[in-house]
């Protein structure tokens, strides 16, 4: 039954997409053709009154400080509220939880619906999540020297490294790139850039469970690409624990709510710096992907996975709140970060982390599980010791203080594999950035530097 269809981006509905669209199918290349001029005359509508309009003030804390809460960037897909998390053109995730296109017989959002989503700023009716996620299994290919790259690699190397190689080799087939050679016109950069996308997107899950399988469990046959299931499903049962394991449902979720994160965060803020080079998309997403390698972004899910066994090793049985307590603080006493705590921007526990938390709240499998019991009890304790501690602007836990145990407990044991997949989703919203930066002719994003010298200078007799 088609689903009705409904605009679902607060930013996109002022005026420009509120209208209906009839319940057709369409394809996401017809979706986008629709809304791309809409937005193109609303950005040239902008730049025409507005181009020496002020949004704020650059102060030096912004220079010496990350850039925290400095307003530089367009990014439309979605927004992240300090106390409320993330929204996705306007939907909250319960919000997406409801309205979003579930696979058949499961609960959880399909990574296709969530694409439709940032890309479009529409909820996509069922029938277009589907035609979706055909053309997705259709495309999710490896090519053979791309195969031949990940097997020739050493099982020792980092996944992630592995991963944004396999990404980069992938640009030997890129659209955006044969067609720039050949000399296109501007107008036209953004459906090449999208066919990159798709494709991308497409072949993560073939390249990220081939690096899997090579990694932890080689010798064994990778089934083929299933072309009736969603993308997460063939992810799964390419990894090796068959389409309807329980992962599959997780990781549907898991996989749609790190899909974007505003545009500041390193990666997709990587994703974007290097695009506006116009390096086409796989030499983009790779760039991304190694920031979200790092230990302060996406490598933090393995950490704090680790250290959450290091605890339960060291506490043993009957684990008590004060013994976590006692745990906390040698760890922050050694000069660690509490992993899986604080955000650049969230002042709140993360709505992702809730959203998790609430999966393993509905299976007493889970619930049962100790490292689960655990860190929901770390949960419960953590923010009072970093109250205390008076360091971090933000407490609470964040999506990577859950993410990692679930996998564990459905037999993903491999801790330095987690950062794969975040990076499998993490494609979804910065590759929307990159067709939309094309789509509105962003140009290539190059900020001031000064020196301190510079900076003392300005400032004197402020
Ligand atoms: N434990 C101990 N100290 C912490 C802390 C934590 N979890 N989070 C922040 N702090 C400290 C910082 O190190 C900093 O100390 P400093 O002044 O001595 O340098 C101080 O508190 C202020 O930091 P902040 O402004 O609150 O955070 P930030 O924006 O600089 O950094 C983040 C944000 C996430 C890197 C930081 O909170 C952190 O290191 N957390 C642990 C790692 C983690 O969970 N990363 C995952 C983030 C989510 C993601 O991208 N996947």
């Known amino acids: 039954m088609l689903r009705q269809t409904r605009f679902a981006s607060r930013h996109f509905s002022q005026g420009i997409l509120a209208q209906r669209r009839m319940a057709s199918t369409k394809t996401i290349r017809e979706a986008l053709e629709e809304v791309i001029p ?117 099982t020792t190397l980092h ?43 497409a072949r993560l899950p073939a390249l990220a469970a081939r690096i899997y399988r090579n990694v932890y469990k080689p010798g064994q046959e990778i089934p083929a690409i299933n072309k009736d299931i969603d993308l997460v499903g063939n992810y799964v049962n390419m990894l090796g624990f068959g389409a309807n394991h329980d992962l599959t449902e997780y990781l549907r979720l898991y996989i749609a709510i790190h899909g974007d994160h505003e545009g500041g965060n390193a990666s997709a803020h990587t994703a974007h710096l290097v695009g506006s080079t116009l390096a086409d998309p796989y030499l983009s997403y790779s760039a991304a992907l190694y920031a979200l390698a790092g230990p302060l972004h996406g490598l933090a899910n393995q950490e704090v996975l680790r250290w959450q066994l290091d605890m339960q090793k060291e506490l043993g049985n009957n684990i008590t709140h004060e013994k976590i307590k006692e745990s906390l603080w040698k760890t922050l006493k050694s000069g660690r970060v509490v992993p899986g705590y604080g955000h650049g921007v969230l002042r709140n526990p993360d709505p992702r982390f809730v959203a998790l938390q609430e999966f393993c709240l509905t299976r007493p499998d889970l619930l049962a599980d100790p490292v689960i019991q655990l860190v929901k009890q770390t949960s419960e304790v953590a923010p009072d010791v970093l109250k205390e501690h008076g360091k971090t602007k933000n407490p609470y836990p964040n999506v990577d203080a859950a993410s990692g145990c679930v996998l564990y407990h459905y037999g993903l044991t491999e801790f330095k594999y987690y950062t794969v997949i975040f990076g499998v989703s993490r494609a979804l919203g910065a590759l929307t950035q990159l067709v939309w930066a094309r789509a509105l002719g962003l140009p290539l994003e190059r900020p001031k530097s000064l020196s301190l010298e510079a900076i003392e200078k300005l400032v004197e007799g402020q």
């Open 38 to 154: 809409k937005k193109q005359a609303q950005l040239a509508a902008l730049k025409a009154r507005h181009s020496q309009s002020v949004l704020g003030d650059v102060k030096v804390e912004h220079v010496i400080g990350g850039m925290r809460g400095l307003k530089a960037m367009l990014w439309d897909a979605s927004v992240l509220d300090p106390l409320e998390g993330i929204r996705f053109h306007g939907l909250s995730i319960p919000d997406c939880q409801k309205q979003l296109t579930a696979a058949p017989g499961g609960k959880e959002i399909i990574a296709e619906s969530m694409l439709w989503l940032l890309l479009t700023g529409q909820v996509p009716t069922e029938a277009e999540t589907r035609q979706l996620s055909r053309e997705l299994a259709e495309k999710g290919d490896l090519p053979k020297h791309v195969i031949d790259l990940i097997d020739s690699l050493p």
């Open 159 to 201: 996944p992630m490294t592995q991963l944004g190689m396999g990404v980069a080799a992938l640009n030997h087939d890129s659209k955006f790139a044969a067609a720039y050679e050949e000399g296109i016109k501007k107008s036209e950069y953004w459906t090449h850039t999208l066919d990159d996308c798709i494709n991308l997107i």
